[in-house]
């Protein structure tokens, strides 16, 4: 099938995905390879499951990659996914990539934790595709919803924002995510079935799907999948019927 025969294929496609992007370790331990190998698959599945979801017109995509909580795994593991990112970001066929796909990176998460090194090779690819114009990529990297409400109330208290003035629209600029609508459907890959502090306060009407494929095995048949299931939903946010 086309991607134009996928498209017509499925009626109601959300407009934001959040991955949870689950089963690293899972995956190499079931081949007998050590943990950083699958953090490593992981990584190299991004671009094929980001280009997977812009052709079935899909325009935000965000994607957990390392939460505030887990730092609390031993220090060579968490060393090595830093490394990961810091490499993949700073190869030139990764920027190249992200051009010929006309596609924009950013960042959510707190960006103080991590090396100069990191925080330079961040900076400079969110630099070089701002203006790209299709997929925006957010990675959620050091990033935790209860942080990131945290941080927004001290941003609030900070430049004494009267507490009458304090409604959901305020509350939205200060996070993370502003600019971006909420995400529609959140799939989690690797089985479990829980948030993880995942994007709490803008998960609130979000679809879940959790599939049992380990993240390095979740390609373009299970984002058709998950598009399918979601298709098959019918939200309500508190109502009754939603028209169409
Ligand atoms: C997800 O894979 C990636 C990160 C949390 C960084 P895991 O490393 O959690 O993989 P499992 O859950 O142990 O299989
Ligand atoms: C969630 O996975 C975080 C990311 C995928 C980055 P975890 O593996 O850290 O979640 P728990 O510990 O199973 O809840
Ligand atoms: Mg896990």
């Known amino acids: ?27 190499a331990e079931s081949k007998g390879l050590p943990r950083l190998a699958g ?13 997977a979801f812009w052709a079935h017109g899909i ?33 030139p066929d990764f920027l190249e990539t992200l051009h010929k796909e006309n596609m924009r990176l950013r960042h959510i998460g707190r960006l103080d934790r991590l090396t100069a090194d990191l925080r330079k090779a961040i900076s400079n690819v ?28 001290q941003a609030m208290m900070q430049e004494r924002i009267p507490p009458e003035a304090v409604n959901e629209e305020t509350l939205r600029r ?13 799939i989690r890959t690797g089985g479990e079935e829980r948030l993880s502090n995942f994007l709490l306060w803008q998960s609130a009407y979000s679809e879940y799907y959790t599939t049992p494929c380990y993240w390095p095995d979740f390609d373009e048949a299970e984002v058709q999948k998950a598009l399918q299931a979601y298709s098959q939903r019918q939200r309500r946010f508190g109502g009754l019927r939603v028209p169409g």
């Open 59 to 91: 325009s935000y995509l965000t994607v957990y990659a390392f939460s505030t909580e887990n730092w609390s795994r031993p220090q060579l593991e968490v060393q090595g996914l830093m490394e990961i990112l810091r490499e993949t970001l700073s190869r």
């Open 39 to 51: 953090h490593r698959a992981g990584g190299d599945n991004l671009p094929r499951v980001a280009r």
């Open 126 to 153: 969110l630099e070089r595709t701002k203006d790209n114009t299709g997929l925006t990529l957010n990675v959620a990297f050091d990033y935790g919803g209860r942080e990131e409400l945290l941080q927004a109330y």
């Open 174 to 186: 200060y996070l993370y995510t502003i600019g971006l609508p909420d995400p529609d459907l959140i």
């Open 1 to 27: 099938m086309t991607a134009e025969e996928k498209r017509n294929n499925i009626d109601k496609l959300p407009t934001h995905v959040g991955i949870i992007m689950d089963g690293n370790g899972r995956w």
